[in-house]
């Protein structure tokens, strides 16, 4: 099934009521991680390293999957190096900024979006409009994704509060050498040339009129193609300031909304679901995604997210 540039694996369920997604959600089935893993805390990767170096490694899809051509199987395999500095100071001493150092989140949703391009598969969630398409990430952090993506794509924007900005800007320059301004390689844009870096506070653009929201945060000329949202689901405070956000920087028949979410406290998540689905008197339409080909979910095996395939997705459909 499509929507938008979104491709519903099978076994996608819509949403239609957040006390039995609920249940679905937090019963056995999707219950994360077996009780002899070891403790995942909130989900940073390493708060302790000043600059991470994450590796990728892209393989060629396994033989045992359904609709792998022998091409495809015989793909090289490849490693994509990022490098990312933390604020640990930032963690500690800012109230309510979770954002400064690297989420294990990003790092899995970064890895599942390039092995599916690198492989080509036909079970990816972005349909092959994924490379002329205008992404926006609520929530940016450190710029992971910015970074990890922008080859993929037509145009990132990476945005997040205020004191985020110049750590995801430091980010891109780090990988992006010369960015904001990368130089030309063989008559073509450098790596990183599509990305660029905006504030936004969903707090402040809730609390404004809306003659004054397009003055905090101009939207562009050409639509979002997809908004991406990646582990912002645990401080019930912070619900209404996103979902406003997240209602205004999409456009009808054009945004799709990903939101990928760890299974905390039940109430985030029934509160989140219920305001979602009631945004302009229920317009939106939400789906949980199924699992890839394998059966084993979209983030791989146990990986400890909101379903087997952690995704609800959202088709801003009047």
């Known amino acids: 099934m499509q929507k938008g540039l979104i491709r519903l694996p099978p076994g996608s369920e819509r949403v239609v009521d957040a006390d039995e997604e609920v249940f679905v959600l937090y019963s056995s089935k999707f219950t994360p991680a077996s009780s002899n893993e070891p403790p995942r805390g909130l989900g940073y990767l390493d708060s302790r390293t000043d600059i991470l170096t994450l590796s990728f490694e892209m393989k060629p899809p396994s033989p045992s999957k359904h609709g792998i051509s022998k ?76 970074i990890a993506l922008s080859p993929l794509v037509g145009q990132y924007m990476a945005t997040d509060i205020a004191e985020l900005v110049p750590l995801i800007r430091k980010n891109l320059s780090l990988n992006f050498p010369g960015w904001p ?48 949202i990646v582990d912002c689901i645990y401080h019930p405070n912070l619900l209404p300031p996103l979902l406003a956000a997240m209602d205004y920087v999409s456009t009808s028949e054009t945004t799709a909304v990903v939101v990928v979410m760890e299974l905390r406290a039940e109430d985030v998540t029934r509160e989140f679901l219920e305001g979602w689905l009631t945004i302009g008197d229920g317009r939106w339409e939400v789906w949980r995604l199924g699992s890839d080909e394998s059966g084993e979910g979209l983030l791989g095996k146990d990986k400890p997210y909101v379903i087997e395939s952690q995704y609800l997705i959202s088709i801003d459909a009047d």
């Open 71 to 146: 091409s495809k199987q015989k793909m090289q395999e490849k490693t994509i190096e990022i490098q990312l500095a933390q604020d640990k100071t930032a963690l500690r001493t800012r109230t309510g900024d979770t954002g400064s150092v690297v989420w294990k989140a990003s790092v899995d949703v970064a890895q599942m979006i390039l092995e599916q391009h690198h492989a080509k598969s036909p079970a990816s969630i972005f349909d092959e409009r994924l490379k002329d398409a205008n992404v926006l990430e609520l929530g940016s952090g450190t710029g992971l994704l910015s």
């Open 181 to 228: 301004h990368v130089p030309a390689k063989q008559g073509s844009l450098g790596p990183g040339h599509n990305v660029s870096v905006d504030e936004l506070n969903w707090e402040t653009l809730h609390s404004a009129p809306p003659h004054r929201r397009a003055q905090l945060f101009p939207l562009p000329p050409s639509p979002f193609d997809i908004v991406l």
